[in-house]
């Protein structure tokens, strides 16, 4: 049987202390990998979807930071800090909705600020932009293997936008229910939403599921309401950008209309996400800044514009799923099942 190599969008070159990213706007037709030792490149890499996914955004902006410190090396202490500090900011603005980003940032810059001697910044940064990488690959399986526990024998499952290896430091957060679920025998097919507007479904998670021969069915987005509706969908499993402390839950666009069609359906809908994804700052959804990105991405796409010249377009790249429509989330400690409030404050104590 041909083996297939994991996918792995993310690698730090530890000799020449260069990130390489696989860029994702090429997918699905070119495989192509980019070198980055310009932190400022990270950050507009991150903007502009080269990288994208919660988890794998916190790796890459880790990364971008511990650049950040080797070209800020050898100014003056307080220069230097205030120099890796810029780089934060601006790795700050570059996505808002991913809590991830933030995370990442946060344990990087707790790391700058008790370090004693300067000259180790860079090394002590790097160690833990490592460790943030391998918890997330770790965090990965991990949930990947407790939410499959989930899924039925047999299971038609459905799936939204992108939260596999491509969105993660590899194996990913819903694509890990599906890729442990398939190993277990359980996947009969996956439903792909094309997921617009920039296709990470038709285009990444296609890819994904194809290389690896998991069975698998392109459709439109507006087709899950009959396909569910008509019995053809059994399990629905979605990744996510930021879990508020209630259990609400942001995820790409188009996430809330399939909860609610789980709910009138009678068909488990699933959230998958590591613990770095959970945002204790945030009592609801309501408090989760969501993304407005280029209306450009509604009106045409690569080049292609398909509405007419000035038309305008809203361009909202996530919505919130209320904790009620969610029936579990699979986590790397478990399986999270409502009353979320008290079941998430456990979880992170
Ligand atoms: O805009 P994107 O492609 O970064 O959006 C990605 C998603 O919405 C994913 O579902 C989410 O980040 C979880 S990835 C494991």
Redesign the pocket.
Known sequence: MKTVTEIRPIKWDPRRKRLILLDQTLLPGEEVFREYQDPAEVAAAIRD?VV??????GCAAAFGVVLAALGCAGEQPLHSEACIRGAMAEFRAT?PT?V?LFWAIRRMEGLLAACPDPDKIPMILETEAIKIYEEDLAA?RSIGDHGAGLVPEGARVLT?????GL??AGY???LGVIRSAHRQGKIRMVWVDETRP?F?GAR?TAWELLREAIPATLITDSTAGSLIASGKVDFIV????RIASNGDVA??IG?YPLSVLADRHGVPFVV??PLS?FDPGIASGEEIPL?TRDPGEVTGFKGVTWAPEGMPALNV??DVTPASLVSAIATEKGILKPPYPAAIASLLR
């Open positions: 979807l994208r996914g919660a988890p794998a955004i996505r991913a991830n990965c939204h936008c992108n939260a596999g969105a993660t990913g957060t819903a920039v990470q990444l979605v990744g996510a950008d995820n790409k996430t998958a996400a994804t993304e790249a996530f």
